[in-house]
């Protein structure tokens, strides 16, 4: 199991003293959308992610979705939280609006979710904002509290939906830890726990994605960690599913205790007694029989969800200036639940014009845009569809207010173009989505256009609004096929390759869609740059270029699954801006603390893989690392510190050497022999680390004339010999690197007219 780097410890301090949980919450600040038990977003739990080796069935398996439980947090969702299966977990987690669209801004989501993955503790606001509207069970507390005060730890199992992270935060904020943090089993690793060291600091283990059985002696070692704890103070709450659990249950029988779900109607008052309705508003919504039958029986993740989807609507409502009715808004919530799909096949069945129909499409993409804007990009959507519309002459066709009254939009005073029902814009991508598969790629190319071309926060809500829906479609469908073709389409617009990059991080972190979306990127790595004469399938050079800058931002979250990728990406490519895309995320993470050794220790293991493709893509990671230099243009994998060659960079120049047919081999090579033609003190260990790397190890001395014939070819490259050609600083150089690399040969004689020129 890895562990984060502890923290400072603190200061000793008594047994943090039992009590209830802080007060002084602010008011004013709106409520963190986050589902009930959806794994936290924003910089939190120091989280030890799953991390694969180099083959992909090492990563952590997809997650179950999580909400709120007996005690449960019922904060605002996002506007997209639960899909048609009920699913409430990536689209829940929001952190910052963007103006006219209510989308997520996918970057900082993304940042905010790779720190809490890296290990960074809970922030006050954060666990506030979380524990905002909690709904706590005394009797459920008590009973946390009880055990964890016998044992230092306890177990929270229970099937997903009902609570467990949320409770275990809420347990340990009232035991006033200095810090919260999380860590995660690796999978295929024992749990050891021996390695958290902080102090005061209450730990939750989230074991809730394990779809394996946990290892023989899970129990126990939970129990043999209570000594551990005392002495630093520290509480551990595992949270895991019921079924995993079972097999290790019998190890530690007083540790667990199994979370019963709250009832969802009481959820559902909880969630929104922190909103903004009258009680008058709250008593009607939650005593209608309509509303009251689906949440008599949901899980409390399901009932933030129809309490959001009630808040939207009587949000919106307050926005018309014709308000509908109650029962009219009851019918909204209730369509929203069911993402619509009725309701748009009666609209299609009814309008069967493409015309009509393309303008509906644009307008829900386009949600919040004016009207001229949405009239124009409908236009051009319908040519993207093969659909070209007959240019209208004069006042012949419907206008503006015509299309979008027969769309049940909204056309506002301020000339914009809004759908006041809640979840509808989407349901109607969703829809065409569905309904059109086959125009899939032309819309998701149209939308790059539109984002590229409006302007401001639009252009920018427009790039995170279908950023979130793809992910969405992605989780519901497990099909990466709408991904990555607005992944694609983006990649090749300037405007857009920003928004490309953090679409690809959203869906590799994404608790669901994250293992299918990394496994699908190592293949996306693994192929050609252009379509090959089988067929196969091929990655385009712009789709690369993003995933490589993906790879840079997913790496101190998934270290082993970036490096892989970034290698493979490295070694499937005759692209140069591809290969200096992967060139630059492997400086990113080279240059982040703590990140050096993970590198390193990864390169390691791959260059004495069985398999050819691990060892190739080693190769070509190091070579990008060896070509790249500091300061006055020295490598950064030289050392000058030690007697001789640094172990680690002999050992990957040795392997690059194998490689006959790399084209990499010269650009590292050059760099090389750059930095010691500039800096003289700096020859003698050059020299010597390419000396030594045409001996097949340290230990075993046999000279490889393989390598001596790829490192000729490399230095000739880089001073090319020629017949009557002057001598130089740099065929000097050379001469000196030739000459000391064929004596070194035990079997070669030593010749006088091998001694480098001196005129």
């Known amino acids: 199991m890895t562990l984060n780097e502890p923290t400072a410890p603190s200061q000793p301090r008594g047994l943090p003293v039992l009590a209830p949980p802080p007060s002084g919450t602010d008011a004013t600040k709106p409520p963190a959308a986050l589902p009930a038990e959806a794994a936290p977003t924003t910089p939190a739990q120091a989280t030890v992610p799953a991390q694969d080796g180099a083959p992909p069935a090492a990563e952590e398996p997809a997650a179950p979705a999580e909400a709120t439980t007996t005690a449960d947090h019922v904060s605002e969702p996002d506007r997209h939280a639960e899909d048609r299966t009920g699913n409430t977990d990536f689209a829940m987690r929001v952190d910052q609006t963007v103006p ?43 009973t946390l509290e009880a055990i964890l005060e016998a044992h230092r730890v306890v177990v929270i199992h229970a099937s997903p939906g009902t609570g467990r992270y949320t409770t275990a935060l809420h347990i340990l904020t009232t035991l006033r830890m200095r810090a919260i943090r999380q860590v995660r089993r690796v999978p295929d690793e024992k749990i050891e726990l021996e390695g958290l060291l902080d102090e005061d600091t209450g730990w939750i283990l989230d074991l809730r994605h394990e779809t394996q059985p946990l290892p023989t002696a899970t129990g126990l070692h939970l129990r043999e960690i209570a000594d ?11 949270v895991v599913h019921t079924d995993t659990w079972t097999s290790v249950a019998d190890e530690a029988p007083d540790l667990d205790h199994q979370l019963k779900p709250a009832d969802g109607l009481r959820v559902a008052r909880s969630h929104l007694a922190d909103q903004p309705l009258k009680p008058s508003e709250l008593d009607q919504w939650l005593s209608d029989s309509k509303i009251t039958r689906h949440l008599q029986h949901a899980t409390p993740a399901m009932a933030v969800s129809w309490a959001h989807k009630i808040t939207s609507a009587v949000t919106l409502n307050h926005s018309m200036t014709e308000p509908k009715i109650f029962d009219e808004l009851v019918d909204f919530v209730i369509q929203s639940a069911r993402n619509w799909r009725s309701e748009l096949l009666k609209w299609h069945k009814e309008q069967t014009d493409s015309g009509h129909r393309t303008y509906l499409l644009a307008a829900a993409v386009l949600d919040g845009a004016t009207a001229q804007a949405v009239y124009d990009s409908h236009l051009k959507l319908g040519t993207a569809l093969d659909d070209t519309p007959v240019p209208t002459k004069g006042q012949r066709g419907p206008g ?43 819309f998701t190319h149209w939308t790059a256009e539109q984002a590229a071309l409006l302007s401001g926060d639009l252009g920018i809500g427009l790039a995170d609004r279908v950023s979130q829906w793809v992910i969405r479609y992605t989780l519901t469908k497990q099909s990466l096929t709408v991904l990555r073709a607005t992944a694609t389409h983006w990649a090749a617009s300037k405007n857009l390759s920003g928004p490309a990059v953090d679409l690809l991080v959203a869906a590799a972190i994404d608790p669901q869609a994250g293992k299918l979306a990394r496994d699908k990127y190592l293949q996306w790595a693994g192929a050609p740059d252009q379509p090959t004469p089988d067929e196969r399938v091929h990655t385009p050079v712009a789709l690369k270029r993003v995933l490589a800058a993906a790879m840079a931002q997913l790496g101190p979250a998934y270290p082993k699954v970036a490096l892989r990728r970034l290698a493979d990406l490295a070694a499937h490519t005759g692209d140069a801006t591809v290969t200096q895309a992967v060139g630059e995320a492997l400086m990113a993470l080279w240059d982040q603390e703590g990140f050096t050794e993970r590198i390193r220790d990864t390169l390691t293991t791959w260059f004495t893989a069985a398999q050819h493709h691990h060892t190739a893509a080693a190769r070509r990671a190091f070579l990008h690392l060896a070509e790249r230099t500091g300061p006055y243009g020295i ?20 392997r690059s050497l194998d490689d006959t047919q790399s084209s990499q081999i010269q650009g590292a090579v050059d760099a090389w022999l750059d930095a010691a033609l500039a800096h003289r003190e700096l020859r003698t260990t050059i020299v010597t680390t390419f000396t030594e790397a045409v001996f097949r190890s340290d230990t075993d001395r046999t000279y490889l004339a393989q390598r001596y014939i790829v490192l000729n070819h490399a230095a000739n490259g880089w001073e090319p010999a020629h017949a009557g050609q002057q001598p130089t600083e740099r065929t000097r150089l050379r001469d000196e690197v030739l000459i000391a690399i064929r004596e070194a040969d035990p079997t070669a004689p030593t010749r006088a007219r091998d001694a480098p020129t001196t005129s």
Do not use: M
Request: aromatic share 8%; charged share 25%; hydrophobic share 35%.
């Open 100 to 142: 006219n669209n209510h989308g997520t801004v996918i970057g900082v989501q993304n940042n905010h979710e790779i720190q809490r993955l890296r290990g960074t503790p809970l922030t006050d606001d954060w666990v506030r904002g979380r524990l905002r509207s909690f709904a706590s069970n005394d009797d459920t507390t008590k």
């Open 635 to 654: 490598p950064i994998l030289l050392t000058t510190h030690t007697s001789g060659p640094d172990p680690w960079t002999l050992t990957g120049w040795r």
């Open 400 to 442: 503006v207010i015509e299309l979008t009254d027969a769309i049940n939009a909204d056309l506002g005073t301020d000339d914009r173009i809004r759908f006041l029902r809640p979840g509808y814009a989407e349901a109607v991508v969703d829809y065409f989505w569905v309904d059109r598969a086959h125009h899939v790629e032309a």
């Open 228 to 238: 551990h704890l005392r002495e630093t103070r520290s509480f551990i709450i595992a």
